[in-house]
């Protein structure tokens, strides 16, 4: 999906969110929503009206009426949203979600009336899959869809069945339903209001309080056959596949906004809070746990979803697993990050007043929903697995080789410690297949975190190259400054590396996997123990780099 908004544009639109959260959002209004448990539909309609933010019509194609972001533009709003509050965020994407199938599946009548509308009224979209008893497992959903006949042509549907946990579902206008047709799931675009559809009250949930999330019931709800999302019956779960690489990479922006936020939190707190003789920034044991780590992980997360927002909008197609690597990436560091965020302030950062406390509940939402860390761990793992297996074992030392080409050229980015991790990562592979470790879905999974964290490893080593060639995409976010970006690069590759060689040792002998024999020898542990040299002035030199920054 080619970008209509050039970088100019990107900035404004950035620019005009954050005014409008300057004057409209400040910390004790979002405080007290969450303390209410409040939706606040006049704010979010505001945010997506024309005459108010118009922040969806960053989203729609320009042919019908929008501004036709790419992925690389959607994940810089969404990171911006979600740096303000999660839950608004999420009732942005509830639209955009609900609207998905409709833009890559819609017959072009469709496409040019919802998206027309979202575009011209700001109507508010709910995307209706997940259900009581088909969660991960959407194919086991039980709504159905009756088809209605004239002289035998099918003229509407009758839909029945119900949905759980849908974002916007109290307070939607128009929603996306995937139910069961004869021809085999499908989405149908039903009205709010329409006869036999109604809603549950708004959960009482954890985080994201300012959202309105509710379960839906339709009781032979009739629909025209032009409500069909394609006019085609059973392509309902290659839509929802087709968008996967591109949402995922709106709920990976999530994590990182809010990860990033909860944490320039912390930096600007340990700035001023005094203990023991000194402020807690400049205390090592402070900054070199809450703070670099997270900052580095984030980095690398931001890493996997630009390069794959570049990807998507250069038309290389879904991009599912790479999708899934980014959002689980920035979704655990997001989360691990605001936990170390809240650790910081301490006692303070555990009570409402402070809005990290709220940041750490918001975020925990993005590992569950758009698929759950651990459906993003399978998604990686099988995908790879192919790879793998289609090289004959070479794709991951091929990707080494890769970094190690890089290394000649910047020495400086990480990248033959990152090389280190992906041969040891190929040879891991390879001992799985030789001892069939994978029949275990526990090592499997653990194979789909640790393909996560070397491709990570990899990005970020490459995004600190192009940093320091000044080659970053004129949208890209400048984040770090190249030499601090490469002292992250150095740090996250270290860990990656690390990583993979124990985990490989603990997995292999835990699955009873054979000899351990020269496993050690062929993961390279030796030569990835003694690349930790250094690590302690890279974490420093983040350290550094992050104090010295101004916010944004
Ligand atoms: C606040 C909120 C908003 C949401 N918004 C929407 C929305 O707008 N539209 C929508 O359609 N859905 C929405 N969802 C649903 C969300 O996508 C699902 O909750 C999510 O996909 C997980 O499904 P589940 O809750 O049924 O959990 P389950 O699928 O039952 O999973 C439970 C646990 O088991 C693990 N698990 C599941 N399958 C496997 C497996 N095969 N192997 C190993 N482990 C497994 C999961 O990772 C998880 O840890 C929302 C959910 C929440 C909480």
């Known amino acids: 999906m080619a970008s209509e908004l050039n970088a100019e544009m990107l900035k404004i639109a950035l620019k005009s969110i954050d005014d409008f959260a300057a004057r409209e959002l400040p910390d004790s209004l979002l405080v007290e929503l969450d303390e209410r448990d409040e939706f606040p539909e006049e704010l979010v309609r505001q945010m997506s009206s024309g005459d108010g933010l118009g922040i969806q019509l960053l989203f729609v194609p320009f042919e019908y009426g929008g501004m036709g972001g790419g992925a690389l533009d959607v994940y810089r709003i969404c990171e911006r949203m979600a740096a303000i509050d999660l839950g608004l965020a999420t009732s942005e994407l509830a639209t955009f979600l609900g609207s998905d199938p409709i833009r890559v599946g819609g017959t072009e009548a469709q496409k040019r009336e919802y998206m027309g509308r979202i575009a011209a009224e700001g109507i508010l979209f709910a995307y209706g899959a997940t259900e009581a008893e088909a969660g991960s497992d959407l194919g086991a959903l039980k709504t159905v869809a009756e088809p209605v006949s004239d002289?035998?042509?099918?003229?509407?549907?009758?839909?029945?069945?119900?949905?759980?946990?849908?974002?916007?579902?109290?307070?939607?206008?128009?929603?996306?339903?995937?139910?069961?047709?004869?021809?085999?799931?499908?989405?149908?675009?039903?009205?709010?209001?329409?006869?036999?559809?109604?809603?549950?009250?708004?959960?009482?949930?954890?985080?994201?309080?300012?959202?309105?999330?509710?379960?839906?019931?339709?009781?032979?709800?009739?629909?025209?056959?032009?409500?069909?999302?394609?006019?085609?019956?059973?392509?309902?779960?290659?839509?929802?596949?087709?968008?996967?690489?591109?949402?995922?990479?709106?709920?990976?922006?999530?994590?990182?906004?809010?990860?990033?936020?909860?944490?320039?939190?912390?930096?600007?707190?340990?700035?001023?809070?005094?203990?023991?003789?000194?402020?807690?920034?400049?205390?090592?044991?402070?900054?070199?746990?809450?703070?670099?780590?997270?900052?580095?992980?984030?980095?690398?997360?931001?890493?996997?979803?630009?390069?794959?927002?570049?990807?998507?909008?250069?038309?290389?197609?879904?991009?599912?697993?790479?999708?899934?690597?980014?959002?689980?990436?920035?979704?655990?560091?997001?989360?691990?990050?605001?936990?170390?965020?809240?650790?910081?302030?301490?006692?303070?950062?555990?009570?409402h007043d402070y809005v990290v406390e709220k940041i750490k509940r918001d975020v925990r939402i993005t590992r569950i929903y758009e698929g759950t860390s651990e459906i993003m761990e399978m998604t990686v793992a099988r995908g790879r697995w192919q790879d793998h297996l289609k090289s004959a074992g070479d794709h991951y030392h091929a990707r080494a080789r890769e970094l190690e080409a890089l290394h000649d050229q910047h020495p400086e980015v990480g990248a033959d410690v990152a090389a280190l991790a992906a041969h040891a990562l190929?040879?891991?592979?390879?001992?799985?297949?030789?001892?069939?470790?994978?029949?275990?879905?526990?090592?499997?999974?653990?194979?789909?975190?640790?393909?996560?964290?070397?491709?990570?490893?990899?990005?970020?080593?490459?995004?600190?190259?192009?940093?320091?060639?000044?080659?970053l995409d004129a949208k890209a976010a400048r984040s770090l400054r190249a030499p601090a970006l490469a002292a992250a690069a150095r740090v996250?590759?270290?860990?990656?590396?690390?990583?993979?060689?124990?985990?490989?040792?603990?997995?292999?002998?835990?699955?009873?996997?054979?000899?351990?024999?020269?496993?050690?020898?062929?993961?390279?542990?030796?030569?990835?123990?003694?690349?930790?040299?250094?690590?302690?002035?890279?974490?420093?030199?983040?350290?550094?780099?992050?104090?010295?920054?101004?916010?944004?």
């Open 151 to 351: 002289n035998g042509a099918i003229t509407g549907y009758r839909i029945s069945g119900a949905k759980q946990w849908i974002s916007n579902g109290g307070v939607a206008d128009m929603y996306t339903i995937l139910a069961l047709a004869p021809g085999g799931p499908s989405w149908f675009v039903v009205d709010a209001g329409a006869e036999g559809f109604t809603h549950g009250d708004a959960e009482d949930k954890h985080g994201i309080r300012l959202s309105n999330t509710a379960a839906l019931f339709l009781n032979d709800v009739y629909v025209d056959a032009d409500r069909l999302i394609g006019g085609v019956e059973g392509q309902g779960l290659v839509q929802a596949q087709q968008v996967f690489g591109y949402t995922r990479l709106m709920v990976a922006a999530f994590g990182l906004g809010a990860g990033w936020e909860a944490l320039d939190r912390a930096i600007a707190y340990s700035r001023k809070r005094i203990q023991a003789g000194g402020p807690l920034a400049e205390k090592e044991g402070y900054t070199h746990k809450l703070i670099v780590p997270h900052a580095v992980a984030l980095e690398a997360a931001r890493a996997a979803i630009e390069e794959t927002a570049e990807r998507i909008d250069a038309g290389e197609g879904a991009l599912n697993v790479e999708g899934a690597v980014a959002k689980y990436l920035a979704t655990e560091a997001g989360d691990a990050a605001a936990d170390a965020a809240l650790q910081a302030h301490g006692g303070y950062g555990y009570t």
């Open 426 to 471: 190929a040879e891991l592979l390879e001992r799985c297949r030789n001892a069939r470790l994978t029949r275990h879905q526990h090592i499997l999974l653990r194979l789909g975190a640790l393909i996560a964290q070397v491709e990570g490893a990899g990005a970020l080593a490459r995004r600190a190259q192009r940093a320091a060639d000044k080659q």
């Open 492 to 552: 996250y590759a270290r860990g990656a590396a690390l990583t993979v060689a124990t985990e490989a040792v603990r997995l292999v002998a835990g699955a009873d996997g054979g000899e351990l024999g020269d496993l050690e020898q062929r993961l390279g542990t030796a030569s990835i123990n003694r690349a930790q040299g250094g690590l302690l002035a890279d974490m420093q030199a983040v350290s550094d780099a992050l104090y010295a920054r101004r916010r944004r």
